[in-house]
């Protein structure tokens, strides 16, 4: 085959063939095509603001990398006015994260950002490697997503910035998009496809002090392909760590992202077509960020992302077991709890379709209003009574996951199993809504 | 016969495809010119003699699966994709630069 020549500059030798388009580009031509592509998303999208503090959610692997990398660049080269840094959450998992905060800490060094390393034990008082010795390896990730997801937030509450981003990659939304498509789960599938997934000005917070409840997360390598992402930071030459998260192993990920692997390399074009499909169903469903202005993105927000395990910036299959791993739990507590409801509504059983919202309660009103359903239940955020965390319940998932935990400690000894656990956490949870439900009334 | 003859090509490893192969990154191999059937040596049979002669990780569908390189590992060819050399059927010449990047892991 003779080499194929630079679509762009027609001089050097073609290396990358781009899966967008098909065409073919040199180094240094794709290094640039990347970045602009980047800058343009950033502009079309108003994702930034002038003098904006922003956190780059960096786990070291090549997502964060090449974000921070690319960012960098872009700040400096359109003088966008940004102040970068570097938030590093440490989920206690060794063996596994301190080698890769090893790679954030040289990054800080190599793209001169400040870093911060916020600890799971720090902010919860356990390390995941306690969390697994307490309820196995099997369902693990549900508590490392949630942990993972507020411990982003107070970090940046921490260092006073508002805003967020994090690595997520168009692989990673086509992912998210056929998983919620084949749940049935089209309010889930509207609120992903957003690139900026939690708007904080709509929530009001008069001080204008960030806290942890108002922080906006964007992804703005959301249409940049897993590949290009991992072509770039190898012809850049970047230094990003690669590894598998030790407690969720190859064998348990699901078929969603082999799928997509399988797609792309039929057909490359594939993986932004599904991205474009989700956005555009993400209009049609009822209720959605898109038809709401964005009003209750905030809200569904906090629990949205409760992915990224193997990186605090979503690396992703895990995460969409994960999610499916707490959806079913939240599914479990949520039929119980509408079977004690006084009024019979219903049965679960007799609905097809599940509960519209899984997770999520229907406001109180609706609730106690009878048969008539409407669209997806919007959710009423409040703040969790405990720490004070955005939540759509009166205690937020992480206090309640923290408590089932301590509670269970001293069981420890006789080596609780997961389902026992899961069982003693449905409890907790049914308890709460209990009590909600019977002081609203 | 020629097919006796060796041709060393350089085969380099990242993105956690290390981990399947000893967590060694860079080999330099020796391999038969010819393939089984006595065809020049292409990327097929390169990764078919990484299978059997180098990776000791059982985990062989990692690297591989329905005979050709899973999807979602890229492979450079001289650091060229492989799609622009003709995929696994590009011939391997002396001392080229296989390298397979896996986009699979996680950070």
């Known amino acids: 085959m003779p080499p194929s020549i630079c679509a762009v500059c027609r001089t050097n030798r073609a290396l990358i063939l781009r899966p967008k388009d098909h065409s073919k580009l040199c180094r240094e031509c794709f290094i640039t095509v990347f970045e602009t592509e980047i800058h343009h998303t950033i502009l079309s999208t108003n994702l930034f603001e002038r003098g904006e503090r922003i956190a780059i959610g960096a786990s070291g692997g090549k997502d964060s990398t090449v974000l921070a990398s690319v960012l960098k660049t872009l700040n400096e080269r359109y003088d966008y006015g940004l102040e970068l840094m570097l938030l590093s959450i440490d989920e206690g998992i060794k063996g596994y994260r301190d080698d890769s905060l090893e790679t954030v800490k040289r990054n800080a060094v190599q793209y001169d950002m400040p870093l911060t390393i916020l600890g799971y034990s720090e902010l919860y008082g356990w390390t995941m490697d306690q969390v697994v010795e307490q309820v196995g390896k099997k369902g693990n990730c549900t508590y490392c997503g949630v942990f993972r997801r507020q411990a982003l937030d107070r970090g940046a509450a921490r260092l006073g910035v508002k805003h967020v981003v994090t690595g997520h990659n168009a692989d990673d939304v086509a992912e998210t998009v056929l998983m919620n498509l084949l749940r049935g789960d089209l309010p889930r599938l509207s609120r992903t496809t957003s690139i900026v997934t939690s708007t904080p000005s709509l929530a009001p917070n008069k001080t204008g002090v960030a806290d942890n409840t108002h922080i906006k997360r964007s992804k703005p390598l959301k249409y940049a392909y897993e590949k290009e992402i991992v072509l770039y930071a190898h012809h850049k030459q970047l230094d990003y760590f690669s590894t598998e998260c030790i407690y969720s192993p190859e064998a348990f990920r699901g078929s969603a992202r082999a799928l997509i692997k399988n797609l792309e390399r039929v057909r490359p074009s594939a993986i932004l077509d599904v991205v474009r499909s989700g956005e555009d169903m993400a209009r049609l469903v009822p209720g959605s960020d898109e038809g709401c202005g964005g009003a209750c993105a905030s809200a569904t927000a906090a629990e949205e992302e409760v992915g990224g395990c193997g990186s605090a910036v979503g690396k992703s299959m895990a995460s969409v077991e994960r999610q499916l791993a707490s959806n079913e739990r939240a599914q479990e507590s949520n039929l119980e709890t509408e079977i004690t409801l006084p009024k019979p509504s219903p049965a679960p059983s007799t609905t097809p379709a599940g509960p519209p919202l899984k997770g999520q309660k229907k406001p109180r009103s609706e609730r106690s209003g009878g048969p008539k359903k409407k669209g997806p239940a919007k959710q009423v955020m409040g703040s969790c009574i405990k720490c004070g965390y955005l939540s759509s319940q009166a205690v937020c998932k992480a206090c309640v996951l923290l408590e089932g935990l301590n509670k269970s400690r001293p069981k420890n000894a006789i080596e609780v199993g997961y389902e026992v656990q899961d069982v003693s956490l449905n409890s907790v949870r049914d308890e709460l809504e209990a009590t909600t439900l019977s002081t609203e009334r | ?107």
């Not at chain 2, 090509?9 to 020796?30: A, I």
């Not at chain 2, 038969?32 to 990484?50: T, W």
């Not at chain 2, 890229?74 to 050399?85: F, G, K, P």
């Not at chain 2, 003709?86 to 390298?99: A, F, P, R, S, T």
Request: hydrophobic share 40%; with cysteine.
């Open chain 2, 1 to 107: 016969m020629m097919s006796e003859e060796a041709l060393s090509v350089k085969v380099e490893f990242s993105g956690g495809l290390e981990l399947l192969f000893d967590n060694k990154k860079k080999y330099d191999l020796s391999i038969p010119c010819k393939d089984e059937s006595g065809a020049p040596s292409n990327v097929a049979f390169l990764v078919r003699y990484l299978c059997d002669k180098v990776m000791k990780d059982p985990r062989k569908d990692m690297f591989v699966l329905d005979d050709t390189v899973r999807p979602g590992i890229l492979v450079l060819i001289n650091e060229a994709d492989w799609e622009l050399e003709g995929e696994d059927q590009y011939e391997l010449q002396k001392d080229d630069h296989v390298m397979f990047v896996s986009t699979l892991h996680g950070g």
